[in-house]
Antibody, heavy 123, light 113 residues
Framework: QVQLQQSGPGLVKPSQTLSLTCAIS??????????WNWIRQSPSRGLEWLGR?????????DYAVSVKSRITINPDTSKNQFSLQLNSVTPEDTAVYYC?????????????WGQGTLVTVSS | DIVMTQSPDSLAVSLGERATINCKSS????????????LSWYQQKPGQPPKLLIY???TRESGVPDRFSGSGSGTDFTLTINSLQAEDVAVYYC?????????FGQGTKLEIK
């Protein structure tokens, strides 16, 4: 059974960098039939896909245009996890952040999800 | 971006009755190469992440009760919950995976009447 366990601070100051990690058990971040995603949820923006990282002979990333200039998603093969960094945060980045997997073999629905991390951007 | 619009925003249904939630995409999400609709449905309860219920618009995820069913094609889709149970109280979301950025509907809150 695949499980995703998130970690990271729940409070970030404006203009600083939001950093979260998603540890994978029961699967591999390097599996070439999977992609590892970050999604956030807020009352104002609903569920918003932020981006993904995946391995297909080499590492790739796709990012949402809305955050493309500020986001980095990195795999860490030594720890079997992946991370989210979002730079120059503002209060509008306050949200519950989720990591999630999708598989390439089928369709790109999200399953499983991490437990979620509420990140508040405030001074 | 493909915009997903759900209706209604909220719904109150009596126990044992049927709940119907609609989802409309701004363009067709029927993929010609596999003749499948790239749409999934999720259930979210307070304090929990979304839970996958249905994919390919009508295929139930393993372990999901058969009172949940999905239908539709192209741009118009429906999630039906037959014989509503108390544990079905939640917010339901549709999601398209036809193209990135993957997008979700705004959610439909289902309550007991």
């Amino acid at each position: 059974q695949v499980q995703l366990q998130q970690s990271g601070p729940g409070l970030v100051k404006p203009s600083q960098t939001l950093s979260l990690t998603c540890a994978i058990s029961g699967d591999s971040v390097s599996r070439n039939s999977a992609a590892w995603n970050w999604i956030r949820q807020s009352p104002s923006r609903g569920l918003e896909w932020l981006g993904r990282t995946y391995y297909r002979s080499k590492w790739y990333n796709d990012y949402a245009v809305s955050v493309k200039s500020r986001i980095t998603i990195n795999p860490d093969t030594s720890k079997n996890q992946f991370s989210l960094q979002l730079n120059s945060v503002t209060p509008e980045d306050t949200a519950v952040y989720y990591c999630a997997r999708h598989l390439w073999a089928g369709g790109n629905w999200f399953d499983p999800w991490g437990q979620g991390t509420l990140v508040t951007v405030s001074s | 971006d493909i915009v997903m619009t759900q209706s209604p925003d909220s719904l109150a249904v009596s126990l044992g009755e049927r709940a119907t939630i609609n989802c409309k995409s701004s363009q067709s999400i029927l993929y010609n190469s596999n003749n499948k609709n790239h749409l999934s449905w999720y259930q979210q309860k307070p304090g929990q992440p979304p839970k996958l219920l249905i994919y390919w618009a009508s295929t139930r995820e393993s372990g999901v009760p058969d009172r949940f069913s999905g239908s539709g094609s192209g741009t118009d889709f429906t999630l039906t919950i037959n014989s509503l149970q108390a544990e079905d109280v939640a917010v339901y979301y549709c999601q398209q995976y036809y193209s990135t950025p993957y997008t979700f509907g705004q959610g439909t809150k289902l309550e007991i009447k």
